[in-house]
């Protein structure tokens, strides 16, 4: 946690899903991800699930709305 994956401050559930409170990547500057943003930010999150997946992490839903930069 803390380089690819922010650090998680608390996890619940509910009727239908388990949800994680994180801690968002930066006080000043952050963003979801986009079509538009630049390629070198695309290029971070390529990077990113690379470095995840190499510790066998998987994302379990990888949708724009759910990176955060």
């Known amino acids: ?10 996890t619940f559930t509910t009727s239908d899903a388990f949800h994680y409170c994180m801690r968002v990547p930066n ?19 390529v990077n990113a699930f690379k470095a995840i997946h190499n510790r066998q992490v998987l994302h379990g839903d990888p ?7």
Do not use: D, E
């Open 1 to 10: 946690q803390g380089y690819c994956i922010s650090p998680v401050i608390n």
């Open 27 to 45: 006080t000043v500057f952050w963003m979801t991800a986009s079509p538009s943003m630049p390629h070198v930010l695309k290029g971070r999150i």
């Open 63 to 69: 949708q724009l709305r759910n990176m955060w930069i």
